[in-house]
């Protein structure tokens, strides 16, 4: 079955440590996006992805990169630079502008 | 600034019961409204998604209205099950363009036998 894949589930890191989350779909879906979800709150976007080998920024990318090497990996790298990255992240895909299927997230934490 | 809000933040109801749910957005101008259903450490699933000239859309159990006069949106529940119990988050897009979703902070919905 297509879909999308995040690993890993859950993630520690370590104080000034950099940590990459992945993200692989087979839904062949020109479109990728990563998003962070906190309590509370609604989904921010952190980066989007329309094309290979280009991205763009969301409301809230300080701290975090991406790459779009294949359409296939869309891989967030949270950086020592953001200082509140505990949260839910969530990485989706679309053919079209808007996200239409969504991983099942990983969540990270702070050690 | 284009604003979701969502009520009730939270809602317990009984197997079996019915329930509505309800979306007030701010976005202008308007392109589309979805509904997704989030279980608790799982990714959103799309339930229903409506367009402007669309005042009713039906997935199953699942009933999405849309005033796009009033700004307002609900999804109705019927005949509640378990499986049921989780987030639902209203998205509201202007244009076509990710840049520019806006997420409600979404209702939790808890059914009990």
């Known amino acids: 079955d297509g879909g999308i894949t995040q690993s890993p589930k859950y993630l520690f890191r370590k104080e000034g440590q950099n940590v990459t989350l992945s993200c692989e779909q087979n839904?062949?879906?020109?479109?990728m996006y990563w998003y962070r979800q906190d309590p509370g709150q609604g989904l921010r976007l952190i980066y989007y992805?329309?094309?290979?080998?280009?991205?763009q920024k969301g409301d809230i990318a300080e701290g975090y990169s991406v790459s779009r090497e294949k359409k296939e990996s869309f891989p967030l790298t949270v950086t020592s630079a953001q200082k509140n990255p505990t949260a839910f992240y969530l990485c989706?895909?679309?053919?079209?502008?808007?996200?239409?299927?969504f991983g099942d997230g990983t969540r990270l934490s702070i050690l | 600034k284009n604003q979701v809000e969502q009520s009730p933040q939270s809602l317990i109801i009984l197997e079996g019961k019915n329930c509505t749910l309800q979306?007030?957005?701010?976005?202008?101008?308007?392109?589309?409204l979805r509904w997704y259903k989030q279980d608790t450490g799982r990714g959103p699933v799309s339930l229903t998604i409506?367009?402007?000239?669309?005042n009713t859309k039906s997935n199953g159990r699942y009933t999405a209205t849309l005033d796009a006069d009033t700004k307002q949106s609900s999804l109705h529940i019927t005949a509640s099950q378990l499986s049921d119990s989780a987030s639902y988050i209203c998205?509201?897009?202007?244009?076509?363009?990710?840049?520019?979703?806006?997420f409600g902070s979404g209702t939790q919905l808890t059914v009990l036998p």
């Open positions: 998205v509201v897009s202007p244009v076509d363009s990710a840049r520019q979703l806006t």
């Open positions: 409506m367009t402007f000239s669309e």
């Open positions: 979306c007030n957005y701010t976005v202008s101008p308007f392109s589309n």
């Open positions: 992805s329309q094309i290979v080998n280009d991205f």
């Open positions: 989706a895909s679309s053919m079209g502008y808007q996200p239409q299927h």
């Open positions: 839904l062949n879906h020109d479109a």
